[in-house]
């Protein structure tokens, strides 16, 4: 069964410091991995895109990390602010199917001053 | 990137009624999408809205609940009928431009129903 589960559910840190999100999916066949920040009230918004053969790609002070083999990504966050509260959505591709998408539930952070 | 503009952004409506939700994307995209995204939920994939033809829609979800239209390749509606609170629910437009399991997904801001 395909399915993207993600830990933890919440987090709370001190602002300016680090993070990481964890993402462990069971989808296959594989094709790309996302994540996406979703503000509260809005809609979620592209942090990273990753295929197969990247093990990691950066955006700012994101980074996100995949392990294709063991089918784990993670989002590290450095010096934290108080905008990076959010929800994190892990989002998997499968390379056939009409709805090729799955999407985790979500890491809800908050970063506190 | 593309810009989605979703009308309502928020609504609060009563039992029985219906409420459209409109999309507009700034440039034409190849796919269109609406998703619900339920309290503490992960998105879910209602239906891909086909240009000039009927949507297809994702298993547990049927035409006479979800009526969606798609005139063009910019714009489309998602129509949620006969409302019950179990459908309180935030509707979001998605497009791809690419198609295919590699193309960037785009996401509107988001329409938050509550049904009371």
């Known amino acids: 069964k395909n399915q993207v589960e993600q830990s933890p559910q919440s987090l709370i840190i001190l602002e300016g410091k680090n993070c990481t999100l964890q993402?462990?999916?069971?989808?296959?066949?594989?094709?790309?991995l996302r994540w996406y920040k979703q503000d509260t009230g809005r809609g979620p918004v592209s942090l990273t895109i990753?295929?197969?053969?990247?093990n990691t790609k950066s955006n700012g002070r994101y980074t996100a990390t995949l392990d294709a083999d063991t089918k784990q990504s993670s989002l590290h966050i450095t010096a934290s602010q108080l905008s990076d509260s959010a929800s994190y959505i892990c989002?998997?591709?499968?390379?056939?199917?009409?709805?090729?998408?799955?999407f985790g539930t979500g890491t809800r952070l908050t970063v506190i001053p | 990137s593309a810009v989605i503009s979703q009308k309502p952004s928020r609504d609060i409506c009563q039992r029985g009624t219906s409420l459209t939700i409109q999309c507009q994307v700034d440039?034409?995209?190849?796919?269109m999408f609406w998703y619900r995204q339920q309290p503490g939920q992960s998105l879910t994939l209602i239906a891909t809205?086909?240009?000039?033809?009927?949507?297809?829609?994702e298993s547990g979800f049927v035409i006479d609940k979800f009526p969606i239209s798609r005139p063009n390749l910019t714009f489309s509606t998602l129509t949620v009928s006969n409302m019950s609170p179990e459908d309180s629910s935030i509707y979001l437009c998605?497009?791809?431009?690419?198609?295919?399991?590699?193309?960037?997904?785009?996401f509107g801001e988001g329409s938050r129903l509550t049904v009371l």
């Open positions: 998605s497009v791809t431009r690419t198609g295919g399991a590699s193309g960037e997904l785009f």
């Open positions: 993402c462990n999916y069971t989808v296959s066949p594989f094709s790309n």
């Open positions: 990753m295929t197969f053969s990247e």
């Open positions: 989002v998997v591709s499968v390379q056939t199917g009409a709805n090729n998408l799955f």
């Open positions: 440039s034409q995209v190849t796919m």
């Open positions: 809205a086909n240009q000039g033809s009927e949507a297809t829609y």
